[in-house]
């Protein structure tokens, strides 16, 4: 177990000095995060013209929404953007042979060896705007409600992961999957408004088939106080669920690596 | 006859080759279309949240708006950027830039056969957003068609030569694709890709017409939905838009190629 947090130590520090050498990068991706955060908290706005409601969120419960889904995309532009994509590289040119030779967990190396910094902004601002936009909605914070918050972030973040990771397995077979990641993210933008927004039968696939409520709506709830206990409990089976069969699905794909270029 | 230079020939060779390699990548292109959804995400809020006729648009005008939003998107989406970015990486633009040819006149072609080979799925897409909202059916006259097509042709080309700025950046730097972003984020919202702009209040409105970015989506889009829109002035500053951006490609593309050091090569 102490052998994986020194390998993260280490790709991750190694990282960090890679990404020194780009730092107008750092802040491009700075820029553009500003610029949508701006953009989608405008679009959000044009809902409630004349005092309306938005699926009975209110503007300020909203933004909380959209404080989870920017703290969510920091997230998958730090940690799963940059390993995941990569796996379609390592299949189209046979290096996933150097990383399956090695002694450890191949899922664990793919999922964790790089880290990008510029993420670290979004994730830090789409937590201060949970925190603030629950604050002016009136919310008062408990133990047990932040408690909430953490596991239900994180069951979103399992899932996410999960359903990403099996798309890039996928590229075992299909090898040119990123425009399928492309499809992903485009459905996940659904989760910049509450799951109670859409029609009856985006809902369902949005809870069931591809969870998208369980990214940001659920978490919001947990912040504001008002998740209920039975749908923590189906998150949680749901997210385990998801992240045992993107293991079992890597290790069945696995079985049909062929390698390539040698 | 001759087109920018290029004989019919050449034209023809660079489209049936690149069409033929596109042919190979069938699924990718149909996924590609699929990841288009997001004026449908977009359509499903408007409309369940009864938002539209605060701007002016009922639920039929809505779908017929987004329907037209997203086709116009299938048709003008770039992405030369990223492909001249690891052509440019790899070492294998220092053929191209030998050959009698502008490197890209080869990637406009590219996209166009790209362009060819989407058409079939974006129209199985069309038919079953009208299959799940019948009431929205329309059939566009032919010479609203002929416009609508003009001017996503217009878009394409506008969308095209803002990314070959950025892609000009490559000479420069080795990640000039994270410059794309810079672009893409007022483009996702001030195209009129997520809300048809008549929804903006009049003041982002006036800003937003200032930039190039309404006449990407929401002016196609608008034509092709049989909205009002004032159609000379809008080909006009497309025009204007593609007139102002040639000459700033050619002169960066220039004093990029100067700059060349063939990497990987």
């Known amino acids: ?262 | 006859m001759r087109i920018f230079g290029l004989s019919f020939n050449v034209i023809k060779t660079l489209l049936t080759t690149q069409y033929a390699y596109m042919l190979e990548y069938r699924i990718e292109i149909a996924l590609w279309a699929l990841s288009g959804v997001l004026p449908f995400i977009m359509f499903s809020l408007w409309s369940q949240n009864d938002v539209g006729n605060t701007f002016g648009l009922n639920d039929i005008g809505l779908a017929r708006y987004f329907l037209s939003a997203f086709l116009v998107r299938q048709f003008s989406v770039v992405w030369v950027v990223f492909s001249f970015e690891e052509d440019s990486l790899s070492g294998r633009l220092s053929p191209y830039l030998l050959q009698p040819l502008h490197p890209l006149l080869r990637y406009v072609a590219a996209h166009l056969a790209e362009q060819a080979t989407r058409l079939p799925f974006a129209i199985a897409i069309a038919i079953t957003f009208f299959i799940l909202n019948p009431s929205s059916f329309w059939l566009p006259s032919l010479p609203q068609l002929f416009l609508a097509y003009l001017s996503t042709h217009l878009a394409f080309s506008i969308a095209f030569l803002l990314q070959s700025l950025v892609a000009a950046f490559c000479f420069w730097t080795e990640k000039s694709s994270a410059l794309e972003r810079l672009i893409f984020v007022p483009y996702l919202f001030l195209s009129g890709l997520l809300v048809p702009l008549s929804a903006f209040p009049s003041s982002v409105l006036k800003l937003a017409m200032c930039t190039p970015f309404p006449y990407l989506i929401n002016f196609p889009a608008k034509i092709l939905s049989g909205m009002p829109v004032n159609i000379s002035s809008g080909f006009l500053a497309q025009i204007l838009w593609i007139s102002i951006l040639i000459p700033l490609v050619n002169i960066l593309w220039k004093l990029g190629v100067k700059r060349y050091t063939a990497m990987g090569a």
Do not use: C
């Open chain 1, 1 to 262: 177990m102490q052998r994986y947090f020194k390998t993260i130590r280490l790709f991750w520090s190694t990282a960090f000095a890679s990404q020194l050498e780009y730092q107008l990068n750092f802040l491009i991706e700075l820029l553009a995060m500003l610029g949508t955060l701006l953009g989608s908290v405008f679009i959000l706005s044009l809902f409630f013209t004349g005092g309306r409601q938005l699926g009975d969120w209110t503007w300020e419960s909203a933004l909380v929404i959209q404080g989870v889904y920017t703290f969510l995309d920091g997230l998958t532009n730090a940690l799963l953007r940059p390993n995941l994509t990569e796996i379609v590289n390592y299949v189209r040119e046979g290096t996933l042979d150097y990383v399956l030779l090695k002694p450890m967990d191949s899922q664990f190396l793919l999922s964790v060896k790089k880290f990008s910094f510029a993420g670290l902004p979004e994730i830090i601002l789409g937590l201060s705007i949970v925190f603030w936009a629950a604050i002016q909605s009136g919310t008062s914070f408990s133990l047990y409600s932040l408690f909430v918050f953490i596991i239900s972030l994180f069951i979103g973040f399992v899932i996410l992961y999960s359903v990403w990771f099996l798309i890039a397995a996928s590229s075992i077979w299909f090898v040119k999957t990123w425009n399928a990641t492309e499809v992903l993210r485009a459905l996940l933008a659904a989760g910049r408004y509450p799951i109670s927004a859409y029609p009856v039968i985006l809902r369902f696939i949005f809870t069931l088939v591809l969870p998208v409520a369980f990214l940001t709506t659920f978490p919001a709830e947990a912040i504001l106080g008002e998740l209920k206990f039975n749908i923590l409990f189906f998150g949680l089976m749901l997210s385990s669920l998801f992240f045992i069969f993107s293991r079992f699905f890597w290790k069945f794909a696995l079985k049909h690596y062929t390698s390539a270029s040698s």
